[in-house]
């Protein structure tokens, strides 16, 4: 079911129960390498199906049902996952299942039994494309992964690592994709594969044979002579197109929906870029808080050297102090964690502002991110008064004592001076209402 054209193609459309592939037609030459994959995953649904795989495998995949491909493969296969099978709640997600050719693939569990290594990542409806680079290496996989966040080609960040991993030392490379109840559009921009080599070797030149280049050049004409008849007929069918450059003139100026669709992606950039530097001061906060624990330890074990008659007593008075705090840390930054889930929930779920009520609920989603910004920023500041040591806290100074200016008989003088008043007082107020009484 692939759909091939000039700039991409699309493996699977938004349709249920379609499968497609595509696979390089030649096995690759070098033992170790890297492949960088930009693709897109979309649709109206907010759940979507089922996802799409990378291979490298000793023989090309035929059609199956691992996302597309047949099942029983001898390499590896890299699934980002976008249907939650298991119903864990822990996709869409990329799964590393390798595999002998004998295995068969657990889908109703998401590959959980299989996996050699997972991570969480949400890849669909993102404002730009989702760019993965797979490395082998000395036996090694490393998966790194850009969200499609930002423009930036190079914001990668780390996903799983696979260590003494033996792969076929040539295979065939490939990318496959699969609907089922559910449905979104699988498509690939960019397929790259680079070889690598050690420090100090040199590339072999494996150069392709005559025969082979020859046909590959005869190819290439073909498909250009072709390329050249249907831009001859389009030309011929829309003689109004031709000189007419300033038609598309429009297209360089953006209009009101695109101005506005950019300034929410350029808004989620930032905000991603705020995220991320509340995770490195939170990594900051949990470091600072081990070098806590570590010098109340240190701090015990020394006490309990210098009175040993007293050791279980002091060790356990610490020890029930140390696991209050470290109690109240974790709960302070699974809150921290929760709010930023919520705020990167709030960015994925951002609409396009397509309408009114879109830009309504775009508004009202920045809104939420925003307040849930400084949820997270006084969690973090709350976290590290508490996390302070009580010799940095500001003290208040003392004050000076004030001196007494009255002595001890005339404040007694006082005192009498002042019930003596108040029983006059109140007798004057009492014969003031007799008085007033036998008048009515």
């Avoid at 349709?15 to 390089?24: A, C, E």
């Avoid at 869409?92 to 997972?118: C, E, R």
């Avoid at 498509?187 to 590959?216: C, R, W």
């Avoid at 005339?410 to 007798?427: D, E, P, S, W």
Wanted: include cysteine; aromatic fraction near 10%.
């Amino acid at each position: 079911d692939a759909i091939p054209s000039a700039d991409q193609i699309r493996i699977t459309t938004s349709l249920k129960s379609q499968r497609g592939s595509v696979w390089t037609k030649n096995k690759s030459i070098f033992e170790y390498w890297e492949v960088e994959v930009t693709f897109r995953v979309t649709g109206r649904g907010r759940i979507g199906a089922d996802g799409l795989a990378v291979w490298f495998t000793e023989e090309q995949g035929l059609e199956g049902p691992v996302f597309g491909a047949a099942d029983k493969w001898n390499g590896v296969g890299i699934f980002f996952d976008s249907f939650d099978n298991d119903g864990k709640k822990n996709n869409p997600g990329v799964i590393v299942v390798g595999n002998n050719g004998k295995l068969l693939y657990d889908h109703q569990n998401d590959g959980s039994t299989q996996a050699l290594a997972f991570c969480q990542r949400d890849f669909r409806n993102k404002p730009y494309p989702v760019r993965v680079k797979i490395t082998y290496y000395l036996k090694t996989l490393t998966v790194l992964i850009n969200n499609g966040f930002t423009p930036d080609k190079e914001d990668y960040e780390f996903c799983a690592k696979v260590e003494d991993m033996v792969l076929p030392s040539q295979g065939y490379f490939g990318i496959s994709a699969a609907t089922g109840g559910l449905a979104d559009d699988h498509d690939v921009l960019s397929f790259l594969t680079f070889q690598l080599t050690e420090p100090g070797k040199e590339v072999s030149d494996a150069e392709i044979p005559q025969q082979d280049k020859e046909k590959y050049q005869e190819e290439f004409e073909h498909f250009q002579q072709e390329l050249d008849k249907k831009k001859e007929e389009f030309q011929k069918e829309h003689p109004d197109v031709q000189g007419q450059p300033g038609k598309n003139a429009d297209d360089l100026f953006e209009t009101v929906s695109d101005r506005e669709l950019r300034q929410i992606f350029e808004g989620q950039n930032r905000i991603h870029l705020e995220i991320k530097q509340l995770n490195r001061q939170l990594d900051m906060i949990v470091d600072e808080q081990r070098r806590y624990v570590s010098a109340v330890t240190d701090e015990i074990a020394k006490r309990a050297a210098a009175f040993p008659g007293q050791q279980g007593q002091v060790s356990q008075q610490e020890i029930e102090t140390v696991v209050k705090t470290q109690e109240e840390v974790i709960r302070q930054v699974n809150e921290i964690r929760n709010s930023m889930a919520d705020t990167l929930r709030l960015i994925s779920g951002a609409q396009h502002p397509g309408s009114a009520a879109g830009a309504y609920e775009t508004t009202q989603h920045f809104n939420d991110i925003k307040e849930h910004l400084h949820v997270v920023k006084r969690d973090i500041e709350h976290l590290v008064q508490r996390n302070m040591p009580s010799s940095e806290k500001s003290k208040c100074p003392d004050l000076p004592p004030f001196p007494s200016c009255v002595s001890t008989v005339h404040f007694f003088i006082f005192v009498a001076v002042q019930t003596v008043l108040f029983i006059g007082y109140i007798m004057y107020r009492s014969q003031q209402e007799a008085a007033a009484k036998k008048f009515f």
